[in-house]
């Protein structure tokens, strides 16, 4: 298994541009993800989905978006960045519902580094 | 809503020591699960430990152990002989049992090793 794989690693954009930021695994988990690691602030929850075709907001949702067509992936879209979302990004995956004795964690990608100049 | 805090921003240990690193969180629920995930200069997180909040005894994983008080709201970590690689920043998260409910992290304390 890959677990949860992210691209990419790093990323320059400028004011204004847009892109996605690519999320992936192979555990069949119905729940999955996206933070953002900022110095001091721990790690944010923006959006998550509970499984294809549902999605919903985290705590700092403003300026993403996504959509998760498929089990597997659940990218996240930048619309228009600014230089406020330089910031670490991690996504995460993990059954939806928690179950005695089953593995509960997160299991997260090593993340995207992504600077807006 | 629920919070987790972890006051001490960093704290440092002697090579082979022990260190406590700790973690309270506010809920109103009854059902959840505590980790403690590691963060190394790589970026990778890392689960170190969990805790289901049913179970009285505390979890431990080699050198890695909790001290669970639930009335108290309290969860801490302990690193026994701490090593070189132990240095990383490290965080407390919770999550309640029921379905679809979300993780929720502090925000962290760094954690350096002296040789």
């Known amino acids: ?117 | 809503a629920q919070t987790v805090t972890q006051s001490q921003p960093e704290m440092s240990v002697q090579e082979a020591e022990t260190v406590t690193l700790s973690c309270t969180y506010d809920t109103s629920e009854s059902d959840y699960y505590l980790f403690w995930y590691k963060q190394p200069p790589s970026r990778q997180m890392i689960l170190v430990i969990r805790q289901e909040a049913y179970k009285q005894q505390n979890a431990t994983e080699n050198r890695f152990s909790v001290n669970f008080q639930k009335a108290a709201k309290s969860f801490s970590l302990k690193i026994s002989d701490s090593q070189l690689g132990d240095a990383a920043m490290y965080f407390c998260a919770y999550r309640p049992v029921r379905a679809n409910s979300k993780l929720t992290f502090g925000k962290g304390i760094t954690l350096s090793v002296r040789p």
């Open chain 1, 1 to 117: 298994n890959a677990g949860v794989t992210q691209t990419p690693k790093f990323q320059v954009l400028k004011t204004g541009q847009s892109m996605t930021l690519q999320c992936a695994q192979d555990m069949n988990h119905e729940y999955m993800s996206w933070y953002r690691q900022d110095p001091g602030m721990g790690l944010r929850l923006i959006h998550y989905s509970v499984g294809a075709g549902i999605t919903d907001q985290g705590e700092v949702p403003n300026g993403y978006n996504v959509s998760r067509s498929t089990t597997e992936d659940f990218p996240l879209r930048l619309l228009s960045a600014a230089p406020s979302q330089t910031s670490v990004y991690f996504c995460a995956s993990s059954y939806a519902k928690l179950l005695a004795g089953e593995h509960n964690e997160q299991f997260f990608g090593p993340g995207t580094r992504l600077t807006v100049l």
